[in-house]
């Protein structure tokens, strides 16, 4: 009898023990490859000395001091750290304690710099479908995961949905990129439109799609045609890269790639790679200004925000990632995890779609190649191939709704950033049969 109220309380789970590198090791000693670092966290793998040595002196030295009567030198250095890399003037860092944390502070951040901007009609959010934004009501509210939403919709406040940049099942055929994303952008347009050209407050979505969809990124100039259509009605951007940021795709915010920067940006799983809970929110110096400017601070705050230990975790997560230019190793990976993945599965008529961007992969399931039906959820593949695979010691992060929230299955793919060709060879190498026993 457990006395944890767990995730899954019918679930019998293996006790994880100890982690070395890119494997963790449970208390029966048998070994996992970790090829998703649980939900994209664990970029840096397990037991980094560094890290590890980080944590161990802030201790050592202060581990809290509430936010309200100190700062601490490693809130600044980490701050000062994330700035200096953030794309546009995202300059102001809002520590929290995890992913749905942040978007929170997010979505309250863009509603008080309307009020302090006289604009206190602008009260609506708009998001995609098939986004997933975290599990607090307000980060649920605006998520368009049909299945996390359902039982607790009347909860939820109203929020708005547009089509997400799911080329693979949503560009037309003939349909070419650029009036793919013309087609996006003329919908969010339509939509600011239809809700009060001058009452929306934001735009929300993931820089790449991640858990819900499966490593989704956007296509062409998708985020510059986003953010001309938000800039048009004084839409504020924020993107979500919980899961896609902090060097997932080989460029530390993924939407430096799409050469744009969005007023909020929201991060949290690869900042302290799982050494410690941590998540931070970057404002725009105009979103800053406007608020300090105005009441003079935002009103917000939870009683762990800033803490020391969580960031000293995090300036060594980061600092690692700088000085090792492991960034570089997440591109050559990338391409090679989705090359080897492409050619072990070319003649598989289940796997319709291999795709993401560096070490953030996504393998779509289906029944059938052409026509992309969905294989037929009550056979929940995708639970089948997390247990197959976790039989042959890998770990990968697959889930179902893939297409609508219901339908579709797919693989999350996420190793960490420190591993090798061969790693990748491996994890690729397991991976096969355990799709091969989920299928059969
Ligand atoms: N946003 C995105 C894109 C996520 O992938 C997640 C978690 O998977 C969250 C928000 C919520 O983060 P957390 O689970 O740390 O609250």
């Known amino acids: 009898m457990t006395h944890v109220f767990h995730r899954y309380p019918k679930m019998t789970l293996p006790v994880a023990a100890a982690g070395e590198g890119i494997e963790l090791i449970d208390s029966k000693g048998k070994r996992y490859l970790d090829a998703c670092g649980g939900a994209a966290v664990s970029c840096l793998g397990h037991g980094h000395p560094r890290v590890l040595a980080a944590i161990h002196k802030q201790v050592d030295e202060l581990a809290y001091a509430h936010t309200s009567f100190f700062t601490t030198a490693v809130a600044e250095q980490l701050a000062d750290e994330l700035s200096a890399s953030a794309p546009g003037d995202l300059n102001h860092v809002y ?9 929170e502070a997010a979505l309250k951040l863009a509603r008080q710099y309307h009020v302090e901007n006289g604009q206190k009609q602008r009260r609506h959010f708009i998001a995609r479908r098939q986004s997933y934004h975290g599990n607090t009501l307000g980060a649920l509210a605006i998520g368009g995961n049909a299945w996390r939403r359902e039982a607790f919709l009347p909860l939820l406040t109203p929020s708005h949905h547009v089509a997400p940049c799911y080329a693979y099942r949503e560009q037309l055929s003939g349909e070419s990129d650029a009036q793919y994303v013309q087609r996006l952008a003329d919908e969010l347009e339509a939509k600011i439109l ?12 993931e820089t790449v799609v991640g858990a819900t969809a499966g490593a989704v990124p956007p296509v062409g100039d998708y985020f510059k045609k986003i953010r001309a259509v938000c800039d048009k009605y004084g839409v504020l951007l924020i993107l979500d890269e919980v899961m896609s940021g902090m060097g997932r795709t ?30 931070a929110m970057i404002a725009s110096d105009r979103i800053y200004n406007t608020v300090v400017g105005g009441s ?5 705050g939870h009683t762990y ?13 980061q600092q690692t990632i700088r000085e090792e230019q492991l960034l570089l190793n997440v591109q050559a990976r990338g391409e090679q995890l989705r090359a080897r993945l492409r050619e072990v599965f070319a003649n598989y008529p289940n796997v319709g779609d291999v795709r993401g961007r560096g ?3 996504g393998v779509e399931l289906v029944a059938e190649r052409d026509s992309k039906q969905p294989l037929d959820p009550a056979r929940r593949t ?7 695979a976790m039989q042959r010691g890998l770990l990968v992060y697959p889930m179902g709704g893939t297409v609508d929230g219901r339908q579709g299955d797919h693989i999350l793919i996420a190793p960490p950033f420190i591993s090798t060709a061969a790693d990748i060879d491996a994890m690729v190498e397991r991976l096969v049969p355990a799709v091969d026993a989920a299928l059969a």
């Open 95 to 103: 520590f929290l304690s995890g992913g749905s944390e942040a978007v």
């Open 194 to 205: 239809e809700l009060g050209a001058d009452e929306v407050a934001a735009f929300v979505a």
């Open 250 to 279: 080989g460029h530390l915010y993924a939407c430096a790639e799409d050469g744009i920067a969005p007023d909020i940006l929201v991060i949290a799983k690869g900042l302290g790679a799982g050494y410690q809970p941590i998540g």
């Open 296 to 300: 003079g601070f935002f009103q917000h």
């Open 305 to 317: 925000i800033g803490h020391a230990t969580a960031c000293a975790a995090a300036l060594a997560v």
């Open 359 to 361: 070490l953030f992969v």
């Open 382 to 388: 995708h639970s089948r191939v997390k247990s197959e």
